[in-house]
């Protein structure tokens, strides 16, 4: 086209841009064509107005503008604004699918957010699909079906503009703009919802902590910020503790405080009121955690707010909800962060048994832009960010057969697709826009559901819509490697990308055959969330198992978080531990543990080389890398070790301990005997009484601060497991 025709179409989507102002709406341009004539263009409207702090993202060589970002960089841009951001996927990067969804929630009302794609788009993989291009794949032999479905989405959306470089502007339609909200009574406020948050926040009850979720622009952060000016004021607390993620992450929070009480003196992340001499201060989590475990932080009158809480793991949520009597937590239900769904599921779970009086509120008004804003509702639909929930269907519609659908039959049935990924949203802590992208083109990667139909099971995979999902199974494919790379891996000379478990097992233990023998690893197993405990998973196991032995793989693994009920469950199934790092995942703040059962002869033999390994190590890992393993896992990972009864010797001396004076500390060894055996059987209410014990003799966990009492105590729950294991039925046990 001419440069004319250039110009007029920059002044079309100028004006457009001015309409979405006046709505205080947002827009997504889908400007498409060879990459050295769009991003002239892009340049031109870089260069059309003057706007509010214009951002482009993408490869710097290939960008015209400095600084530009890389997309890996997306997320150091959260809590900024911007009015344009030109976020470049034709080159070298490609598409990021999380960064996409992090700068969306930057733009401002009037915004344009200006995607630049090659013509056509989605008929092949772009370079950023070599992050997860497992070995041995290349990344241009994959699948695209992500992409196709993200053009399909651009493609027939009514509120996208789409801007061929070779062709006519089409500009998106506009309804009717809603009315604004009602302003509140309180002035500070912009929204009823927000206004709700503060004086909830500003009113925190001992043992009742409030969980507010919002999705983005919905004012979560200034909210905070607010109550926290309230609390200053009044100096009911000397000290208000904010935690998050990252201290970025509650900037607005104290940009909000300081806006609203100037005469506050702010260093850093710390402000202080010379009023009422209360101090608001942001510690990061790990420091947090620090502080609580010297015994300076927490108490009577402590108070504590969490941001982004569904970026942190639910173990330390859990700590601080025990050492803090009054607590909110706020998270953001969409987006970057991962689903704050997801958080609320899991996290519900602490919050009844810790808190039963917990209280929860949402916000829904969006403050940053107005309601029914059409970049929000594009950003949602293509990256699934609202992804139904299916319906969980009566007991009597379950087809007793699950079904395997491959990737191809996914992306070729959009309402099956999006009730599968709604329900590995709401059943998993945390699941990214890039999830969605891996589930659909990630090598090596297999699914099985068990759905809800009347019908047969294979209605799903033809399209049928009286279906759904009560349960998904994601697996992925692991070794298989040649032995000389198997051996450069075990001497830690390569790292090729992928293949998690086995690599880990090589690396870590040493295990050559845990890479060269074929495994099939669970990434992602969930129930629908109102059928849960009902054997969906179990079923889903059985049957890939079944049809992954068949195909001649030799291991079935899974890695997770070692947490007592997961453990258990893995357990049950016959699955073997074979290994436990030895520092907390940054993502769920436990251990990890991986766990394999043998589908074959030579499964059978690779898993017991690293059962012995396993076995070999647990003991010493107890006592020095993993002495704060919680005492509940430690004591289900006892009963792998080698079964030894108790001899004549350690059974006296076990009495000793009990009953009359004996040292516990010069009779480890046969205290760690009845650990090991006690943890066979069943044992009933005496399980806590089990679960000290083996804390104190594996990990030298003390019962008690003071000696005395420690020692006493002791003394009770090794009489307590001795009567409740029958490991002395000869009545010794009541010998006094």
Excluded at 86 to 101: E, H, N, W, Y
Excluded at 467 to 495: I, N
Excluded at 508 to 527: D, F, K, M, P
Excluded at 722 to 729: E, G, H, K, V
Aim: charge should be positive; glycine fraction near 8%; hydrophobic fraction near 45%.
């Amino acid at each position: 086209m001419s440069e004319a025709s250039d110009d007029r179409r920059i002044s079309l989507l100028v004006g457009h841009a001015r309409r979405w102002q006046r709505r205080r709406w947002r827009g997504l341009v889908w400007l498409s064509g060879p990459a050295e004539q769009a991003r002239r263009l892009a340049l031109t409207l870089w260069h059309a107005q003057p706007w509010q702090a214009p951002l482009w993202v993408g490869g710097p060589q290939e960008a015209p503008v400095s600084p530009c970002l890389p997309a890996a960089k997306a997320r150091t841009r959260l809590g900024a604004e911007h009015q344009l951001i030109v976020m470049d996927v034709s080159g070298r990067d490609g598409l990021d699918p999380d960064a996409l969804g992090a700068l969306a929630g930057t733009l401002t009302a009037g915004g344009i957010l200006l995607l630049v794609t090659p013509e056509p788009w989605g008929e092949r993989p772009d370079p950023n699909y070599a992050r997860f291009a497992d070995h041995p794949w290349e990344w241009t032999a994959l699948s695209s079906f992500y992409l196709a479905r993200l053009a399909r989405q651009l493609s027939a959306s009514p509120q996208v503009v789409r801007w061929p470089v070779a062709g006519p502007l089409v500009l998106s339609r506009l309804p009717a703009g809603q009315p604004s909200p009602r302003r509140p009574e309180d002035p500070a406020c912009l929204t009823p919802d927000q206004a709700r948050a503060v004086t909830a926040l500003s009113k925190l009850k001992r043992r009742r902590p409030l969980v507010i979720t919002a999705d983005r622009g919905r004012g979560k952060s200034a909210a905070l910020g607010i109550a926290c000016t309230r609390l200053l004021q009044q100096g009911s607390y000397p000290r208000l503790l904010v935690t998050a993620p990252r201290a970025s992450a509650v900037d607005s929070l104290f940009e909000r405080v300081m806006a609203l009480c100037p005469e506050a003196q702010r260093r850093g992340h710390e402000v202080q009121l010379p009023a009422t001499g209360s101090s608001l201060c942001f510690l990061p989590p790990d420091v947090l955690d620090t502080q609580l475990d010297q015994g300076t932080l927490g108490g009577n009158g402590a108070l504590l707010l969490v941001d982004e809480a569904a970026a942190l793991p639910a173990a330390m949520l859990a700590r601080w909800l025990a050492a803090f009597p009054r607590m909110a937590f706020a998270t953001t239900v969409h987006g970057y962060e991962g689903s704050g769904r997801g958080f609320a599921l899991r996290f519900r779970e602490v919050l009844e048994r810790q808190t039963p009086q917990w209280r929860e509120l949402t916000l829904e008004t969006p403050i940053r832009w107005a309601a029914n804003d059409p970049l929000e509702s594009v950003i949602q639909q293509a990256l699934l960010l609202n992804a139904p929930l299916p319906e969980a269907h009566a007991h009597g519609l379950i087809d007793a057969q699950t079904l395997s659908v491959s990737q191809a039959q996914l992306a070729a049935n959009e309402p099956l697709l999006e009730q599968l990924f709604g329900l590995l949203v709401q059943s998993h802590y945390r699941t990214t826009p890039s999830d969605l992208r891996q589930l659909m083109d990630g090598p090596g990667t297999r699914l099985r559901m068990v759905m809800a139909s009347q019908g047969h099971a294979s209605a799903a995979a033809t399209g049928a819509t009286d279906t759904a999902p009560l349960a998904v199974l994601v697996t992925r494919e692991e070794g298989g490697f040649d032995p000389a790379l198997a051996e450069q891996v075990a001497l830690g000379q390569r790292r090729p990308q992928g293949h998690l478990l086995a690599q880990s097992l090589a690396a870590h233990g040493g295990h050559r055959e845990a890479l060269t023998a074929r495994w099939r690893r669970v990434v992602r197993i969930a129930a629908h969330p109102e059928r849960r405990r009902e054997g969906l998973g179990r079923r889903l196991l059985a049957a890939d198992m079944a049809s992954a032995a068949e195909q001649g793989v030799a291991l079935y693994g899974a890695t997770f978080g070692a947490e007592a009920g997961l453990l258990s469950f893995w357990l049950a199934l016959g699955f073997t531990p074979v290994r436990l790092g030895v520092t907390r995942e940054a993502a769920t703040g436990e251990y990890a543990i991986m766990v394999a059962k043998p589908l074959n002869e030579t499964g059978q033999a690779v898993l017991q080389s690293m059962q012995q390994g396993f076995v070999a190590s647990l003991q010493g890992l107890l006592a020095f890398e993993l002495r704060d393993l919680p005492a509940p896992v430690v004591a289900l990972l006892l009963s792998e070790l080698p079964e030894r009864p108790l001899s004549a010797v350690e059974r006296q001396t076990i009495h000793d301990v009990a009953y009359a004076h004996r040292d516990p500390a010069l009779a480890r060894a046969a205290l760690q005997a009845l650990g090991r055996e006690a943890s066979r059987v069943p044992l009933g209410e005496a399980r806590l009484a089990h679960q000290q014990l083996v804390a104190w003799a594996y990990q030298n966990q003390p019962l008690a601060d003071a000696t005395r009492e420690a020692t006493q105590q002791l003394r009770r729950v090794t009489q307590q497991l001795m009567t409740a294991s029958m490991l002395f039925s000869d009545g010794q046990e009541r010998l006094k």
